[in-house]
């Protein structure tokens, strides 16, 4: 019997021993599907002919293998439950490293040559070739698996990126447990997930290192948003230098994300108005020419408050004739906006739209307009399923609204805004608990 | 070649009374059900038993894993259903992966839910892995419910224990399972053709062979062992 390990220690181990006693069809057949993201059987039965041209992988041998506990086959083809994979691949890579490299070639190669049935299949398709060349070529790998961050599909880009972290993640082992792009997926997943704190810690080794590259820009936005203090003189800095990079390597997509979130802080560092309002114009712009629907929702938002609060100034208690006569304008702008995060099926743009509307429908004092907007929101912010900022932004705006509609005599308008407002707090909790 | 959904092997027909006695429930009254395990619990054949024991009860059953669909979450695989679904009522229909790419999930999941009312037959639904990618979202999960509830359907879903199952899925049935003793196997051993004529000093001694000092062995190992025994 071949050893895996000199004593078998977890059950993937020793079901890895007696696998690989079997017949030698069947162990090759389960070692170049141990490198696998998927693989129909044809493909896998000409990836062993390919890399053992003495071995042929027959019915029989495929249907014997597909009997294998931790063999799991779908329409996209068969793959193998991930631990089993790790050790699996670890052996083969052990045994033959050149034979291994070539396995993992082949299988770019194959992947190289699909013909993608639409532009997102063509991105599927470079995540997996990304994946691998971590076995061929890890600095080759880790630049594409950059690549292929960046041009990430419009719709469901937050799920779609989490796709390419767990494909890293897979290869970690070959691209290096420690190495900035593992840490870079690693921060990222942590940063989705709203753990702040351990994204934060990822990031920072990120940075430690010197290339100037697309780790590094990302990097600068996501590690500063994750610190904790996000009045520190610092993140605003860290910010800038990811705009300022991002521009240099032409990541447009981070270049748009970073600038939109330098906008919002320095509103918060008390930074003219005039000032936000021509960064939020040209974010517009960009965002434009990256003809990218769900920047484009976010950058005209930004651009329509940062307008509004221009207007109104930040303690937002005295509406001029001016800004009365514009909001109108500015409020189709922020409807035009939710229309684009609809589209893009963007739930917390959405919800941070539709508390911007309340907001200066409260400016204006048309207290039953911004009901009709906290309700929509309420309604759409069971759907989110995360804790978001955004939840107690809305409670703020319920509890600002109920104050005025209190003072303006308005007592039945003023309960339900204390309905949404509780509404909101209970969402909040549900998210956090 | 696809291992058929409802292929069940023999060696994976160790005692899961408790998924058996979970499914039975569930077609009595449609939610939402988990079986949770880790990667060696042996979740895709228990997922198998459940589903045989639903297509039993008169639930065909429609499964779907993280390998059917392009991205594992739960829009794609609500997507994928009704791409199943719809072509049997409509031939001439745009498929729904085209048309609600780009909607919220609760949009998908209504139009699932009308399709699955609408139904003569009515079906059970099986996600696989619900977790491959990431721990579902409480909306997802509670999707999820929505669509059991409006729709009348049981739903089976298997995941690891890592997510916190018990607070994302309120109200939800929820199965662990389970590592085997020497009994769970020996019954499976039993009731199998090939091992069901071994005496019982070969059944013990191939049972040493399984547990070793150990009283519960995990079913991936339970399987492995089996399955060489009668290759």
Redesign the interface.
């Known amino acids: 019997m071949t050893t895996v390990t000199n004593e078998a220690s977890n059950p993937f181990e020793m079901a890895a021993e007696i696998f690989l006693s079997q017949s030698s069809a069947i162990v090759r057949g389960g070692l170049a599907l141990s490198l696998s993201v998927t693989i129909e059987p044809d493909q896998l039965q000409a990836l062993v002919r390919r890399l053992w041209p003495d071995t042929a992988l027959t019915e029989v041998e495929l249907s014997e293998l597909i009997d294998w506990p931790f063999v799991i086959a779908g329409q996209s083809g068969w793959s193998m439950l991930q631990p089993m994979a790790r050790v699996l691949s670890t052996y083969f890579r052990d045994a033959d490293q050149v034979l291994f490299t070539s396995a993992h070639e082949l299988l770019a190669s194959m992947e190289k040559s699909r013909t993608p049935s639409d532009e997102l299949d063509d991105w599927f398709i470079s995540g997996r070739t990304a994946y691998y060349l971590a076995g061929v070529d890890p600095t080759v790998s880790a630049g594409q698996f950059g690549e292929v961050f960046e041009h990430a599909p419009v719709v469901d880009r937050t799920s779609c990126r989490v796709w390419l972290a767990g494909l890293v993640d897979r290869q970690s082992h070959l691209l290096g447990d420690t190495s900035r792009t593992v840490s870079f997926f690693r921060g990222f997943r942590h940063y989705v997930s709203g753990n702040r704190r351990a994204a934060a810690r990822e990031f920072t080794r990120v940075l430690a290192g010197e290339d100037a590259d697309i780790y590094r820009a990302i990097s600068l936005h996501l590690g500063a948003l994750s610190i904790r203090s996000q009045m520190a003189e610092n993140v605003v800095d860290m910010i800038r230098q990811s705009v300022e990079l991002s521009e240099k390597l032409r990541l447009g997509v981070n270049e748009v994300m970073a600038r939109q979130s330098l906008i919002w802080l320095l509103l918060r560092h008390g930074t003219p108005k005039t000032d936000l309002i021509s960064l939020a114009e040209y974010n517009v712009e960009r965002s434009k020419s990256l003809a990218d629907r769900n920047l484009l929702g976010w950058t005209r938002r930004t651009y329509a408050v940062m307008q509004w609060l221009n207007l109104v100034g930040d303690t937002r208690d005295h509406v001029t004739e001016e800004a009365r006569s514009e909001a109108p304008s500015l409020l189709g702008d922020l409807s035009e906006a939710l229309a684009l995060a609809e589209a893009t099926d963007d739930p917390e743009t959405v919800l941070f739209i539709l508390n911007d509307r309340a907001s200066i429908f409260c400016d204006l004092a048309e207290l039953e307009d911004a009901e009709i907007e906290l309700e929509a929101a309420l309604d759409r912010a069971g759907g989110l399923g995360y804790a978001s900022r955004v939840l107690a932004s809305l409670g703020k705006t319920c509890g600002r609204a109920a104050i005025l509609a209190r003072s303006a005599g308005k007592n039945n308008l003023a309960t339900q805004f204390r309905r949404l407002s509780s509404g909101f707090r209970r969402l909040e909790d549900r998210y956090v608990s | 070649?696809?291992?058929s959904p409802a292929h069940v092997?023999w060696w994976?027909r160790v005692d899961r009374q408790a998924v058996i006695e979970a499914v039975q429930a569930l077609v009595r009254e449609p939610k939402l059900l988990g079986l949770i395990g880790d990667?060696?619990s042996?979740l895709?054949?228990a997922a198998s038993l459940a589903q045989e024991e639903l297509e039993r009860l008169g639930r065909k059953c429609l499964r779907v894993?993280?390998?059917?669909?392009?991205?594992?979450?739960l829009?794609y695989r609500m997507l994928e259903l009704l791409n199943e679904l719809v072509p049997l009522r409509q031939p001439s229909a745009v498929p729904p992966t085209l048309l609600l790419?780009?909607?919220?999930?609760?949009n998908v999941r209504a139009s699932l839910s009308n399709v699955l009312s609408s139904l003569s037959n009515p079906v059970s639904l099986i996600f696989d892995r619900l977790d491959s990618?990431?721990c579902p979202?409480?909306?997802?999960v509670?999707?999820l419910q929505e669509l059991a509830r409006v729709s009348n359907t049981p739903i089976l879903f298997t995941g690891e224990s890592r997510c916190e199952w018990h607070?994302l899925a309120h109200g939800a049935s929820l199965v662990q399972l389970q590592s085997f003793d020497r009994a769970d196997v020996r019954a499976c051993m039993l009731s199998a053709p090939p091992l069901a004529a071994w005496n019982n000093a070969r059944i013990d001694g191939v049972l040493d062979r399984i547990f070793g000092n150990s009283t519960r062995v995990?079913?991936?190992?339970v399987?492995?062992?089996l399955?060489?025994l009668t290759?």
């Open positions: 070649m696809k291992r092997l994976s990667d060696a042996g895709a054949e894993s993280d390998l059917d669909v392009r991205l594992p979450t829009k790419a780009s909607s919220a999930l609760s990618q990431e979202r409480r909306n997802e509670f999707e607070s995990s079913p991936l190992e399987f492995t062992h399955k060489v290759t």
